[in-house]
């Protein structure tokens, strides 16, 4: 059993990353999760910190265009991967279209779990551009709220996919 002392004094490495398009160098211990090193070294401190066991979807990021939860991955195994967060999604100072359906349609209330809904739902409008409210539920279902009752999320999922095939929101 590792004593606060020998995790302390943990092997650093230098992680070379690729976050939302940019590469970046980052000393770490070798037993730091992504989440910590997005947070604590990157300072996208969009990706939420929920319950370090991978059950509520708060820190979920893109992996090569897959949902993770970045609680669950160690750092120094995403080393050659593309990593996207929360802050990747907009162009600048202007929201990606599934974004400004959340703020439309007032899908975030504490915002809490915004950036995990994001994601989950990032990816499942771009491998299912044209989602059923089913699958839409489903693409979420490993992300909690506690606040939403998740209709307004499930809306604006909805919205975003009618915006991005050329339908009117």
């Known amino acids: 059993m590792a004593t606060e002392q020998s995790v302390s004094r943990a092997e650093r490495l ?4 690729t976050v939302n398009g940019q590469t970046a160098d980052v000393l770490a211990p070798a037993c730091a999760t ?17 319950c370090e066991l991978g059950e509520c979807g708060l820190c979920t990021v893109l992996v090569d265009g897959t949902p993770f939860f970045a609680c669950l991955l160690l750092a120094v195994e995403m080393e050659g991967r593309e990593i996207v967060t929360v802050e990747g999604l907009a162009d600048g ?4 279209p599934l974004q400004e359906a959340f703020r ?21 409008l771009a491998t299912v551009p044209h989602p059923t409210e089913g699958q ?5 279902s490993g992300n909690l709220c506690r606040c939403t009752g998740y209709t ?5 999922v909805a919205s975003a996919a009618r915006r991005m095939g050329g339908e009117d929101g």
């Open 14 to 17: 230098v992680l070379h990353l």
């Open 34 to 50: 992504l989440l910590e090193v997005l947070r604590e070294d990157l300072g996208l401190t969009g990706t939420k910190h929920g």
């Open 93 to 96: 100072m202007r929201l990606a």
């Open 104 to 124: 439309e349609l007032g899908a975030a209330q504490c915002g809490y779990c915004t950036p995990g809904m994001l994601m989950a739902s990032t990816h499942l």
């Open 136 to 140: 839409i539920r489903e693409a979420l």
């Open 152 to 156: 307004k999320i499930v809306d604006a």
